[in-house]
């Protein structure tokens, strides 16, 4: 249901205005489709992932947005129950999705996407975790500048978008979960990357979207995080007292 709705604001608003047409059309010959060739997921396997009129193949991602927006939502509310945090986890969640699709779709992280979700997400967080506002906007600002160093440092590859990105994920993660964010997304972009060319997908020196990297990643700081960082320090604990000993 929801996953639908961001499959098509991800492919619409990089095109024209906010959801200009009211009815949802194939992309290749403008059929306006029908409620049973809307059903989430079902309608994708129900036409053998082609459209009922041109025959033309329609994309994996629509059923795999759709069934992982379903996963993250009921994810989010067996980690926080009804609270503002499950609340804040939705909205972020949401965000992350649409990025994710016009980010695989045109490489491109939409500015006027980031721009809405702010400040719902700001003050989500501020409520919800009762720390000062200066600190919600410093793991924006450590976000922005790790990437603007990291682009700086590795020479293109990742874009503006990029590092805007992870500004708004600071804001809700905080700078311990950015710092974990762009391990766990550096880690899975090299093994996904690797793949990809081993299986001749994608060429060497090809850019990929970076952002569905990002994205994973910080949804796993989001829920795991703590416990991560936690793990993370008590290993080099017990190693340290190991060899001290
Ligand atoms: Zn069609």
Not at 22 to 39: A, F, G, Q, V
Not at 108 to 127: A, E, Q, S, V
Not at 129 to 136: F, L, M, R
Not at 185 to 192: D, E, T
């Amino acid at each position: 249901m929801f996953g639908s709705f961001f499959n098509v604001v991800g492919i619409r608003v990089p095109l024209r205005g906010f959801l200009q047409h009211t009815r949802s059309i194939c992309p290749h010959c403008l059929h306006t489709l029908s409620w049973y060739e809307l059903i989430p997921v079902l309608s994708y396997f129900l036409q053998l992932a082609k459209c009922r009129q041109c025959s033309q193949p329609i994309s994996p991602l629509y059923p795999i947005v759709e069934c992982s927006t379903a996963i993250l939502f009921t994810v989010s509310f067996h980690h926080f129950g009804l609270s503002g945090s499950f609340l804040l986890s939705l909205l972020f969640t949401s965000l992350l999705m649409i990025i994710i699709v016009t980010d695989l779709y045109y490489m491109l992280i939409p500015d006027k996407i980031l721009l809405l979700f702010t400040p719902f997400l700001f003050l989500l967080r501020l409520i919800e975790t009762s720390i000062p506002w200066y600190e919600v906007l410093f793991g924006g600002l450590f976000g922005l500048v790790s990437l603007a160093i990291i682009i700086l440092l590795s020479g293109g590859g990742i874009g503006a978008g990029d590092m805007k990105l992870i500004g708004v994920m600071g804001i809700v993660i905080g700078w311990q979960g950015v710092l974990l964010t762009l391990c766990i997304a550096a880690l899975l972009g090299v093994v996904v990357g690797y793949c990809l060319i081993m299986a001749k997908v994608t060429r060497r020196q090809q850019p990929i979207p970076f952002a569905p990297f990002l994205a994973v990643a910080a949804l796993i700081s989001l829920f795991w995080g703590e416990d991560i960082i936690q793990t993370y320090f008590t290993l080099w604990k017990s190693a340290f007292l190991f060899f001290c000993r």
